[in-house]
């Protein structure tokens, strides 16, 4: 059954320093999401990008933040220059659809010193 | 509450019993859906439901959804002890095709042998 994937499973970084999450979505899905959990917390949405560019943005996701798909496989998430607080197990989602079923990958778990 | 909470917050029961969590949210939705998380892990998407139906099922899952009521409820039957997990709603509103998922606090699972 076809799953999404992501590396790497676990980023240690400095803060300050730049991060790239990459995820592959399922190949057939059109649209794509970024969310974050922090320990502890809620689920929430980062990005939904389809057709190239982003659909919606949240609060969170500001100028250090950026999303791409470099080629017709891969969707990254950049963090430009991480903060303490961007410590977080990040996830991205695809869906066929918008209104459809979002399948998970299995989080990238990100640790700011 | 927020959009998307959860009750019970934590919940115990033996295997065999069925476990019935309910959700509940504040603002229109298109879709909600229901997905499950092992400590630590990533989310698995359980079963969606859209707004113009009342009742869905999935195996020994049962949903139901009172649009007037703003309310979910996800019914397991026959709990077993792997479905010891989390458990989150999530609220999906298809904004110009894009469907950013508001996910609520959870209900902590337990099932017991």
């Known amino acids: 059954e076809p799953e999404v994937t992501q590396t790497p499973s676990h980023q240690v970084t400095q803060m300050g320093q730049e991060v790239i999450l990459r995820c592959v979505p399922i190949?057939?899905?059109?649209?794509f999401y970024w969310y974050r959990q922090i320990l502890g917390q809620k689920v929430e949405f980062l990005v939904s990008?389809?057709?190239?560019?982003?659909?919606?943005k949240s609060e969170i996701f500001d100028d250090q933040f950026s999303v791409e798909r470099p080629d017709g496989s891969n969707f990254t998430l950049k963090i430009r220059s991480t903060k303490l607080e961007d410590s977080a197990m990040y996830f991205c989602?695809?869906?066929?659809?918008?209104?459809?079923?979002?399948?998970f990958g299995p989080g990238t778990r990100l640790t700011v010193l | 509450s927020q959009q998307g909470e959860e009750d019970p917050q934590a919940l115990s029961i033996q295997e065999g019993e069925n476990a019935t969590m309910n959700c509940s949210y504040k603002?229109?939705?298109?879709?909600l859906q229901w997905y499950r998380q092992n400590s630590g892990r990533g989310l698995v998407h359980l079963i969606l439901?859209?707004?113009?139906?009342r009742e869905k099922h999935s195996g020994r899952l049962r949903v139901t959804l009172d649009t007037s009521k703003k309310s979910s409820s996800l019914l397991i039957t026959a709990s077993r002890a792997a479905d010891t997990a989390s458990y989150f709603c999530?609220?999906?509103?298809?904004?110009?095709?894009?469907?950013?998922?508001?996910f609520g606090t959870g209900t902590q699972l337990k099932v017991e042998l």
């Open positions: 999530a609220t999906g509103l298809n904004p110009g095709g894009g469907n950013k998922l508001t």
């Open positions: 603002t229109s939705i298109n879709n």
């Open positions: 439901i859209r707004s113009n139906e």
């Open positions: 190949s057939n899905h059109l649209y």
């Open positions: 989602a695809s869906s066929r659809r918008g209104g459809n079923e979002q399948f």
């Open positions: 990008f389809y057709n190239n560019e982003i659909s919606e």
